[in-house]
């Protein structure tokens, strides 16, 4: 059986240009291995805060690296 994909995307524009480090998407990358029993694998994105970034990321994700479930992060924290 193959593992399950699970995406990570966290949304900033400082991040993702190298202002600071993304410690949001990581977290997220942490507690879901605490939580999960089964194996997984991340699919972890660091993207700018624009719209047709974020639009064609979730996509691609979802259609593309087939993805069974999305996280996103951004701004003030979990969404």
């Known amino acids: 059986m193959s593992k399950a ?3 990570i995307v966290t ?4 991040a993702s240009a ?3 480090e993304d410690l949001s998407g990581k977290a ?3 507690v879901l291995n605490e939580y999960l029993t089964s194996e997984w694998e991340p699919v972890y994105k660091v993207i700018p ?3 047709d970034v974020i639009e ?3 996509i691609d994700l979802a259609d593309n690296q087939d993805c069974c479930l999305i ?3 951004g701004g003030t ?3």
């Open 71 to 73: 996280v996103t992060t």
């Open 56 to 58: 064609a990321t979730l």
């Open 11 to 14: 949304v900033s524009d400082r």
């Open 28 to 30: 997220i990358i942490d």
């Open 18 to 20: 190298g202002v600071y």
């Open 49 to 51: 805060d624009e719209q």
């Open 77 to 79: 924290g979990t969404s």
């Open 5 to 7: 994909k699970i995406g």
